[in-house]
């Protein structure tokens, strides 16, 4: 099987996914970045009646039509305590933001335009336009209206609104179920007291934190040893479990302790591809079993952060129903780089803003694929495509950002 390139294994990934249609119904404060399921109309109207934009005097127009007018105070109308009467000519009621506007009244003068005058009455010192400093009812939005449209990402602004119309919960799409499983019969979990021929298990936490980032529910199914009954085992957890995807960790290639793909075929899994044209992260296991995804990620630390990056994120956001998101931007090489071979190369650099805003990238000069400090430190990936010449500092480069710089 040949080297596939970055973007076609990408398009695979993507094309064959099928978003999940499952739906909840959620209390508002638990809808922050979740996607709504179906539209959502007002229950309510907003504003429920014409009141007040400003603290100042409810007025009819004709009576301050002209500077200077005198007029008596009758009553006051604050928010939650309205004004029962009606406002006469020569009359005017003390209003305060949010209150309901007086019958009568068309027009709001405010405070710091008026003079106050013996005998509760004020003299205008301003002549607005008529309906000034009024909220109309239903301006907003009136019971009916949808407001909220199917697709959207709820943020702070639209679970406000939302809140506004009335609704205490709402409508949206189930997070997609992402099941993890680490192979290897070297692994311990971390917090562990490694032996001699033994090491940490640490990918399955950054790669649940990005599918976690995107929209996923996790359900870590732990380590499996190099083992085809352990691995079919967790295997069928993950179908039980009815998950979404199944990502693996490390044991993906053919090698003779490599089981992974092996199993996963014996167990139903139709294979797509497991090899791209990447450094690093070659070995990408994709495939399909009984609905559920299936990626194979290397068990390298960076490898399998920057495949989870380029393949998993993309993938999780589309069965969270998020819209795509992009992470690639521009930058200057601080340091020359070496002409590239046939795989497309991340090199991890550090970012740093330039006083202009625009960003210089100073490429680290080791990019060892276990060296999983150097990634931690890195604010960005320069985005290195097959075949590219020698690229000199100064030069323009694309990188996949993976933080702000500090």
């Known amino acids: 099987m040949s080297l596939l390139s970055v973007e076609e294994a990408?398009?695979?990934?993507?094309?064959?996914?099928?978003?999940?249609?499952?739906?909840?119904?959620?209390?508002?404060?638990d809808c922050l970045g979740r996607v709504l399921a179906e539209n959502v109309a007002a229950r309510v109207t907003h504003p429920a009646f014409d009141n007040s934009a400003m603290d100042g005097y409810a007025v009819r127009y004709e009576d301050i039509a002209e500077i200077g007018a005198e007029l008596t105070v009758v009553g006051q109308s604050a928010a939650g305590r309205g004004f029962r009467g009606e406002v006469g000519r020569g009359e005017t009621v003390r209003i305060f933001t949010g209150a309901p506007l007086p019958v009568g009244a068309d027009t709001v003068i405010i405070?710091?335009?008026?003079?106050?005058?013996?005998?509760?009455?004020?003299?205008?010192?301003?002549?607005?336009?008529?309906?000034?400093?009024?909220?109309?009812?239903?301006?907003?939005?009136?019971?009916?209206?949808?407001?909220?449209?199917?697709?959207?990402?709820l943020d702070a602004g639209r679970l406000t609104l939302a809140a506004g119309m009335?609704?205490?919960?709402l409508p949206v799409f189930a997070r997609p179920k992402i099941a993890i499983i680490a192979t290897g019969d070297e692994l311990l979990p971390a917090g562990s007291s490694p032996g001699p021929d033994q090491i940490i298990a640490s990918n399955s936490f950054g790669v649940a934190a990005i599918a976690r980032e995107n929209g996923a529910e996790i359900l870590d199914l732990g380590i499996v040893p190099d083992d085809r009954a352990?691995?079919?085992a967790a295997v069928a957890e993950a179908k039980f479990a009815k998950a979404d995807v199944l990502v693996t960790l490390g044991g993906a290639s053919v090698g003779d302790h490599d089981l992974v793909q092996s199993t996963l075929i014996s167990c139903g899994m139709t294979l797509d591809f497991w090899r791209i044209a990447m450094r690093p992260?070659?070995?990408?296991?994709?495939?399909?079993?009984?609905?559920?995804?299936?990626l194979g990620l290397p068990g390298n630390p960076v490898s399998s952060l920057v495949c989870a990056l380029l393949f998993l994120e993309p993938l999780t956001r589309k069965l969270a129903h998020l819209p795509p998101r992009s992470r690639l931007t521009t930058a200057r090489l601080a340091a020359p780089l070496p002409a590239n071979d046939r795989r497309q190369d991340y090199v991890r650099a550090r970012l740093t803003a330039e006083p202009d805003g625009s960003l210089l990238a100073h490429p680290f000069s080791r990019q060892d694929s276990s060296m999983v400090s150097i990634?931690?430190?890195s604010e960005g990936l320069i985005v290195r495509p097959p075949h590219a010449p020698e690229a000199l500092s100064g030069e323009t480069c694309t990188v996949l950002k993976l933080r702000d710089p500090a």
Request: hydrophobic share 40%.
């Open 375 to 377: 990634f931690a430190q």
């Open 230 to 232: 352990a691995i079919a």
């Open 10 to 29: 990408l398009l695979r990934v993507i094309t064959k996914a099928r978003s999940p249609q499952r739906t909840e119904r959620l209390p508002l404060h």
């Open 281 to 294: 992260g070659k070995p990408l296991m994709v495939g399909e079993l009984t609905g559920m995804s299936v």
């Open 166 to 169: 009335n609704h205490e919960s």
């Open 111 to 153: 405070q710091e335009d008026t003079e106050k005058l013996p005998d509760d009455r004020i003299r205008t010192l301003f002549a607005p336009a008529k309906g000034r400093h009024i909220r109309l009812k239903g301006q907003d939005f009136a019971e009916g209206d949808v407001a909220l449209a199917a697709g959207q990402v």
